[in-house]
């Protein structure tokens, strides 16, 4: 072995040097010996089997935004990496080379975000970004030691959503009825179908629902983008899902198609291009976008002095009154297109004081017949 060791202040780091067919090879600093052992031999693997490529002498700008560039993601992800690069900038991180980066450089980013006063979630985002840019890098060879690696992210806290009952969730729902006709229809399919609100924006009158079968079957979304919203895939391939129309909401179903299809019939509303009459129809007779069903959720919300939650928790407190009704966790995350039921467990259905009541119940009976 050729590794050698580099005495500093801070502690001892080490590197590898070798000469192979007249090549002189040196590695980047190791901050641990073994990993630079594994690291020379996987070097002298590559140089014999001809695929060795010198360490990249890149800026950590220069990768990340070829990084970004061959793995593309949703308009709002990219939000997100756009603010790391800037972080990245103002903290002298981007324009190091890439071979230089070692851990206390992730450390000393770490610092510069609290220093912001960020939000431990946005501050864990950002993070969690930075970090699949490493573990790309390393996958793909670029860097022969992931900096990141010695460093643990702080624990995820994951806050309990606030939720409606039952009969807070109806009573919105005739409040918003009556107040806001075009918010009815979104609140509709959110609270009693457990869609997400760009799922209940992407639904049409036709086509959708089948009446012989009562059910309705998801199979887009209609999102915010760059430029405006437009029909879109949903979030992920579980995401289209067929769900069965309750008893209770298949006349209101019904009431409001009839509604809307009549207000396009007599020319109260222009019809759309497509010839695709939405479900959920804004005031002007569009689609209802996502964003603009959020802002009359909150303006009734203060209309009504209501306790604030979010338009998107209707999601959750479907999901809750579904654990209420005693069914089973693995159906609830087939209703919500969730691949893994411990998302639905651990993030959506809430606890409830109904549901630990039904527990002592049960337990009681079990008592008493023995």
């Known amino acids: ?20 067919d007249g090549q002189m090879i040196q590695s980047e600093i190791y901050d ?15 140089i014999l089997s001809g695929t060795y490529t010198e360490p990249s002498n890149k800026t950590v700008q220069e990768l990340y935004k070829e990084y970004c560039t061959l793995n593309p993601v949703r308009y709002h992800s990219q939000v997100g990496r756009n603010t790391v690069l800037k972080n990245m900038a103002a903290s002298s ?12 450089h992730i450390e000393k980013f770490i610092h510069f975000l609290r220093s912001n006063n960020l939000k431990e979630s946005t501050m864990r985002t950002y993070l969690n970004i930075l970090f699949g840019f490493f573990n790309w890098l390393t996958k793909h060879e670029i860097i022969g030691h992931n900096p990141t690696t010695p460093i643990d992210l702080p ?3 994951i806050p309990p959503k606030t939720v409606l009952t039952l009969e807070e969730y109806l009573y919105r729902l005739k409040i918003i009825k009556e107040d806001y006709y075009p918010l009815y229809s979104v609140v509709l399919l959110m609270g009693m179908f457990g869609l997400r609100c760009g799922e209940a924006c992407g639904i049409n009158v036709d086509g959708d629902f089948d009446f012989d079968n009562n059910t309705l079957t998801v199979s887009r979304q209609y999102n915010n983008v760059e430029h405006g919203a437009r029909i879109c895939a949903l979030k ?6 067929t769900i069965p ?9 019904k009431e409001h198609i009839h509604y809307v299809k009549k207000q396009f019939m007599r020319g109260n509303l222009p019809m759309p291009d497509d010839r695709t009459i ?6 002007k007779g569009g689609r209802m976008r996502p964003i603009r069903a959020a802002f009359y959720w909150k303006k009734i919300e203060k209309a009504h002095n209501w306790k604030h939650v979010r338009l998107y ?42 549901q630990f009541k039904s527990a002592s119940e049960k337990l009681d009976n079990l008592f008493k017949n023995a």
């Open 278 to 283: 939405p479900f959920c129809v804004s005031e």
């Open 32 to 46: 641990d010996k073994q990993q630079c052992k594994n690291d020379e031999i996987k070097a002298k693997a590559r």
């Open 93 to 104: 991180l981007a324009e190091m080379k890439i071979s230089k980066v070692k851990s206390i």
């Open 155 to 157: 624990p995820e806290k």
């Open 245 to 253: 129309i309750i008893d209770f909401a298949l006349p209101l179903v």
């Open 236 to 241: 992920t391939s579980t995401s289209e899902r």
């Open 313 to 354: 928790n209707l999601r959750h407190t479907f999901a809750t009154i579904c654990r209420d009704a005693g069914i089973n966790i693995d159906i609830i995350a087939d209703f919500l297109g969730h691949a893994d039921p411990n998302t639905t467990k651990k993030i959506y259905a809430q606890k409830t004081v109904l």
């Open 1 to 20: 072995m050729s590794v050698y060791a580099i005495k500093r202040k801070k502690g001892t780091v080490y590197r590898y040097r070798f000469m192979i």
